[in-house]
C-alpha cells in the first residue's frame, strides 16, 4: 500500500507529545481542528435534538420524525460516491470551509424560521434534505482530511480522538438543548448552531499545511468512480467491511429517530428527558472512543468491532422494551459504546487499507455504507412505529445488529489479514 512521501507527512509539535493514548496531539493543525470541530459539534447534536423535538411538537408523528432523517440521508444515497470523486480531485480543506459554511447558512435559516413561528414540517424537510446534499461532500471530505494533519503513522489514533471528540459533543449537545428548548426553546438552538460553525472554519483557516497537489482533472469523472469500485469490489476485508456498515448503521441503529417519542409518550418525559436519553448515548460513545485509542493491531480492531456489535444489539433490544427510565438511560450508554466501537474501528481498518490516492472515494463507499441505508431504515422504523408501535420498530433494530455481530464473527480471520505489517 502506498504511503504519502516524507513531504506529504505533517510534523508534528515540538510540544510536548503527552500520554501516549493521545499522540495525535503532537500536531498543532490535528490541535487546532479538535478544538473548532468540538465546539461546531456541540452546536450539531444541539440542532438535533431541538429538530427532532420541534418536528415531534409540530405532528406528533413517528413517521414524520422518520421522514425528516429519510430526508436527510437520502441525498447521501444518491451523490456521495460522485462526492468521493470530486474530494481526491480537490483542496480537501478548502472544500471542508466551504461545506462549513452552508451549513452555518442552514442553521440560521432553520433558527429565523422558528423564531418567526412560521416553521412548518416541510420546511424542515427541506433544510434536512439540503443539509444532506452538503453533507455528502463533507463527510468523505473530512475523514481524507485527517490524514493530512497527522500522517499515516497517528492516523489510527486520531480517528479514535476524533470519535471521542464527536461522542464527547454527543454527550454535552443534547443535554444544553434538553435545557435550552425548556427555557429558550428551539429555535435558541438551531441560532447556536449557525454560530458554532465558525470556530471549525476559522480552525481550518489557522492551519499550516504543505501545497496541495491534487491529481490532473481531466480523467473522466466515471473512470475515476470506476477506480474506487473496482478496489472495494476486488478487496474482500473492504468490502466485507463496508457491507456489515451498511446493514448494521443504515438498519440496525436507526431506532434512534424514535428517542424524542419514547421520551414524551412512554417514559412520560419531557424535552430535559429526551436530551438526556441523547446524552447518555454520548457518555458511553466517549467511553468506547477512549478504550479505541489503544487499539494498534488488525486483530484489536476487528474485536473492538465484534464487541460493539454485540453490545449495541443487545442495547437496543433493552430500550425498546424498557419500562423505566433508569434502564432506558443505561441502555443508551451501553448502546453509544457499541456504536462507538464498531463505526470508528470500521473507519480506521478502511482507511490503513487504502492508498491516499483512492482514500476519497473508499470513504465516499464507507460513507455511502455507513449512511445510505439510512433513508430506507428511517423510513422503515417510522412506518412501523406508526402502524404497529415503537417498541416492535425498535426490537427489529435490534436483531438486525445481531445479525450483523454474527456475520462479522465468520469473517473476522479474514479481515484481520489484509496486512502482515499491521496484524499481530
Known sequence: MPEPTATDQPQPSSSPAGLPTFRAFRHRNFRLYFGGQLTSLIGTWMQTAAQSWLVL???????????????????????????????DRVDRRRLIIVTQTLLMMSAFILAALTWTGVVRVEHVIALAAFNGVVSSFDMPGRQAFVVKMVGVSDLSNAIAINSLMFNSARMIGPAVAGLLIAGLGTAMCFFLNGVSYLAVIWSLYAMVLPPSRPPPTNEPVLRRLREGFIYVRGHRPTLTLLLLSAVSNGLGSQYTVLVSLFARNLLHGGPSLYGFLLAAMGIGAAAGAVTLTTAESTRAMVRNLAIGLFVSSIAIAAFGLSPWIFLSVAAQILAGYGFTSSRATTNTLLQLFVADELRGRVMSFYTLSALGMAPLGALE??????????????LICGVISLVCAVVLLTRASMISRPDPALAN
Open 57 to 87: 411538537k409540530l405532528t406528533n408523528s413517528p413517521l414524520m420524525l422518520g421522514t425528516v432523517s429519510f430526508a436527510n440521508y437520502l441525498p447521501i444515497l444518491l451523490i456521495t460516491l460522485f462526492a468521493g470523486v470530486i474530494v
Open 381 to 394: 422504523v417510522g412506518l412501523v412505529g406508526e402502524h404497529i408501535g415503537p417498541r416492535p420498530a425498535v
